[in-house]
Every structure is written in structure tokens, then in C-alpha cells.
């Protein structure tokens, strides 16, 4: 058992910049892939970004992508999603979740994937 823990959420202005943290706690972490998925009010929850246990391989959503940034530190066992030119769209109750994959090779874009999720940290983008 794993338990996914996000911080680093806030209020932030339209442009600004924020980095969301996941500390995973439990059994192994680098056999994990890890995904970041958010949800706004009244909206299903959607993919945003995940990173394979290698860092060999990254997936963003569309909306996202060349404004998000997702890492991991490994010494560390924390993944981060760095946030860059926010948008009062990205307005929403962000969740990292984990997948046990023990191949190492794959970012896991679909929600069924993963495992163990975090309780979330809320991100809300004023303009």
C-alpha cells in the first residue's frame, strides 16, 4: 500500500507560476508511475500529466502541454507538476495518483490505471 500526498496548491493570478508536490509514503516508489489529474467544479476529473517510474517517458494533455512540467525526484520520492502561464481554466481540484508498474516504461494517461490517489490540493487561478 501506497498514499499519495499533494501539496503546493493555492491562488494564483492569471500568467503566474505554481509547482504542485505529491510525496508518495509507503512501499517502493520508484515501481510507481505517476499521474496528475484535476477536476473543476460540476466537471469529471481529467488527465493532466504522468510520468513513467524511469522518467523515460512523459504525457501531458493537450491543454497543457508547454505550460506544464512533470518530474520526479527519486532520493526524494516526491513527483511535481510545475505550472507556468496559468489560466483561469486551470481552475480546479488537482489529484496525483499512483500506478504500481513495475516494467518501468510507461506514462499512464487513463484514470483506471492507477491505484492510489491523494486527497487532492486545490488550485485556483484569479484573473
Known amino acids: 500500500q501506497v498514499q499519495p500526498l499533494e501539496s503546493g496548491g493555492g491562488l494564483v493570478q492569471a500568467g503566474g507560476s505554481l509547482t504542485l508536490s505529491c510525496t508518495l509514503s509507503?512501499?517502493?516508489?520508484?515501481?510507481?508511475?505517476m499521474g496528475w489529474f484535476r477536476q473543476a467544479p460540476g466537471k469529471e476529473r481529467t488527465f493532466v500529466a504522468a510520468?513513467?517510474?524511469?522518467?523515460?517517458?512523459?504525457n501531458y494533455a493537450g491543454s497543457v502541454r508547454d505550460r506544464f512540467t512533470v518530474y520526479r525526484d527519486d532520493a526524494e520520492n516526491i513527483v511535481y507538476l510545475g505550472m507556468d502561464n496559468l489560466r483561469h481554466e486551470d481552475k480546479a481540484v488537482y489529484y496525483c495518483a499512483a500506478h504500481l508498474d513495475p516494467s518501468g516504461r510507461l506514462a499512464y494517461t487513463n484514470s483506471y490505471d492507477y491505484d492510489y490517489w491523494g486527497q487532492g490540493t486545490q488550485v485556483t487561478v484569479s484573473y
Open positions: 510520468i513513467s517510474w524511469s522518467s523515460g517517458d512523459r
Open positions: 509507503g512501499r517502493t516508489y520508484s515501481s510507481y508511475a
